[in-house]
T-cell receptor
């Protein structure tokens, strides 16, 4: 079955350092991969989308890589700030029958940026 | 724009009661979906709709009904609440049903407890 794995342990990073989060998947051949941020008591917020033929995508301090050979995406936050503390989710399109139905999400990695 | 609005934010039900969770979006999005989020499980797709009058089942549809009579609204009905349905419910929308390359816009959720 299709599976997405993210580090279930919280990730503690010192302010100013680069935080790197990992998303591994199995039994998928995705064309796209998405990353979301979720704060306590709020819904997920879309951050970045990367296509299979894009090795890397950047948005301000965020960078995402996508290695379809390793079946892995890495999510980097450079110059991290305490305000970056949140849970980060990766997501792939799930399919059943003939068409895409929704996104399958990883369980998320809780990132804590220490001042 | 308000985006995706979910009501109520919190609800407590007794086993066997029925209720409707409301979801409305003001972005003229074609695609809408419902997810539930449980600790340690991540987000799981319940039902989705690719347009008014069209609905389909996701990964965990049992015990839930949906309808899509307008583009804006996508209510989720619990027919006979069970304690296993205690969860946080999120509604999401995107511009089209080609969701693999579409950011999903989420509401802030309904926190539902079934006693």
């Amino acid at each position: 079955s299709q599976k997405i794995e993210q580090n279930s342990e919280a990730l503690n990073i010192q302010e100013g350092k680069t935080a790197t989060l990992t998303c591994n998947y199995t039994n998928y051949s995705p064309a796209y991969l998405q990353w979301y941020r979720q704060d306590p008591g709020r819904g997920p917020v879309f951050l970045l989308l990367i296509r299979e033929n894009e090795k890397e995508k950047r948005k301000e301090r965020l960078k995402v890589t996508f290695d379809t050979t390793l079946k892995q995406s890495l999510f980097h936050i450079t110059a991290s700030q305490p305000a970056d503390s949140a849970t980060y989710l990766c997501a792939l399109t799930s399919y059943s029958g003939g068409g895409a139905d929704g996104l399958t999400f990883g369980k998320g990695t809780h990132l804590i940026i220490q001042p | 724009n308000a985006g995706v609005t979910q009501t109520p934010k919190f609800q407590v039900l007794k086993t066997g009661q029925s209720m409707t969770l409301q979801c409305a979006q003001d972005m003229n999005h074609e695609y809408m979906s419902w997810y539930r989020q449980d600790p340690g499980m991540g987000l799981r797709l319940i039902h989705y709709s690719v347009g008014a009058g069209i609905t389909d089942q996701g990964e965990v549809p049992n015990g839930y009904n949906v309808s899509r009579s307008t583009t804006e609204d996508f209510p989720l009905r619990l027919l006979s609440a069970a304690p296993s349905q205690t969860s946080v419910y999120f509604c999401a929308s995107s511009r089209t049903g080609t969701i693999s390359n579409q950011p999903q816009h989420f509401g802030d959720g309904t926190r539902l407890s079934i006693l």
